[in-house]
């Protein structure tokens, strides 16, 4: 199901992208550059490909626990259980997203959405392969409250299609709904690198949440936001970005001469690391003045080849996802791996 709403949804975002690199263009605005862009898009292919797969046994299992131990079934046509799974279903998102900031193990999904140094709606397509696989545990209650299988997708995906708008800076404070809805100024300090705005405003479409649990935090026009990451990726490739963070663990674990640290590592606080490995291999310390864009120099013909392969790409991506059910799984694999290495040479144009 929610292959099918993305499918229908892709062209759509598409158009939104569109319009937004036409405004910033006429407005002389730098909200883009093909490198970044293209990247941003890419890895949001590589999740869409990987969530084909990984999230079936979550699935599986979040209907057996509806069906056999759900306290009620709520039926699909009920307007009170569609109002109040929402609301449940971003509470648990703000958790969710919170513990992806704050645990070492839960970031490696998440960091890929983060890694951008621009702010636009390619941003917002920009999401980790394993994130959701990782934090869907964390949903499982939904399960046992009684919310079904197909309720629980479409609430997911409403939650995700909603966070597309505001990812951009083509939109400035909106007035009512500031502080209650998520929006374009709470989520651009989510993004920042800025000490003031670091972990801050985690909702998704709520911002009660964030003022309940002390997370809450304004944008300042006099401190302009300043996105990516304080552990910079330096690089477009759309493959490693899903990996980068899982290597830095894993190195870590390697070279530490606890048991115990080489364990505890993947469950601590978001960048700690063993006292033995931090003290022979430290990580360069994150200053905000002297932050520089990653932004290689390669010619205007390769930027244009890679657009206009990934322009193919994003037309056909639509036609893959709706061919999920008339396909074996293994066809769906090897269009998978085809398509990865296909846009492994896009981005790599761009570097």
């Not at 983060?114 to 392969?129: D, I, K, V």
């Not at 003031?196 to 809450?216: I, L, R, S």
């Not at 930027?303 to 994003?314: D, E, N």
Request: overall charge positive; charged content about 20%; proline content about 4%.
């Amino acid at each position: 199901m929610t292959e099918k709403i993305l499918g229908v949804a892709i062209p759509f975002f598409m158009l939104f992208i569109l319009v937004e690199i036409a405004y910033s263009l006429w407005t002389k605005k730098d909200y883009y550059r093909v490198n970044d862009a293209i990247s941003s898009l890419s890895c949001g292919s590589v999740t869409i490909l990987v969530e084909l797969f990984s999230k079936l046994p979550w699935f599986i299992l979040y209907a057996w626990i509806f069906n056999k131990l759900s306290f009620y079934k709520f039926p699909m046509d009920s307007a009170l259980a569609w109002i109040g799974f929402f609301i449940i279903y971003d509470f648990l998102y703000y958790w969710a997203h919170r513990f992806s900031h704050e645990i070492n193990l839960l970031w490696s999904g998440h960091l890929p959405h983060h890694q951008s140094e621009e702010y636009n709606l390619t941003t917002a397509l920009r999401q980790g392969a394993l994130q959701n696989t990782l934090l869907f545990p964390i949903y499982l209650p939904m399960a046992f409250l009684g919310c079904n299988l197909e309720m629980f997708l479409v609430l997911a995906v409403t939650n995700k299609l909603y966070q597309f708008w505001i990812h951009t800076r083509t939109i400035d404070k909106v007035p009512l709904i500031e502080g209650i809805l998520n929006t374009p100024s709470a989520h651009r300090v989510h993004h920042a690198v800025n000490e003031a705005y670091v972990d801050k405003n985690y909702g998704g479409t709520f911002m009660v949440f964030d003022k309940w649990f002390g997370t809450w935090v304004e944008e300042d026009s006099k401190n302009e936001a300043v996105y990516g990451v304080r552990k910079p990726y330096q690089s477009f490739n759309p493959i490693k970005a899903h990996i980068d963070w899982w290597l830095r663990l894993g190195k870590d674990a390697s070279r530490t001469k606890s048991w115990k640290d080489k364990v505890k590592l993947w469950f601590m606080p978001t960048g700690w690391r063993p006292e033995d490995v931090s003290s022979k291999y430290p990580w360069g310390r994150f200053e905000m003045d002297s932050f520089e864009k990653y932004n290689p120099k390669v010619s205007k013909q390769r930027q244009y080849g890679s657009l206009a392969l990934y322009a193919l790409l994003a037309i056909a991506m639509p036609f893959i996802l709706n061919l999920k059910d008339q396909i074996y799984l293994w066809q769906h694999a090897l269009i998978a791996i085809g398509t990865l290495f296909v846009l492994y040479i896009i981005n790599r144009l761009n570097y």
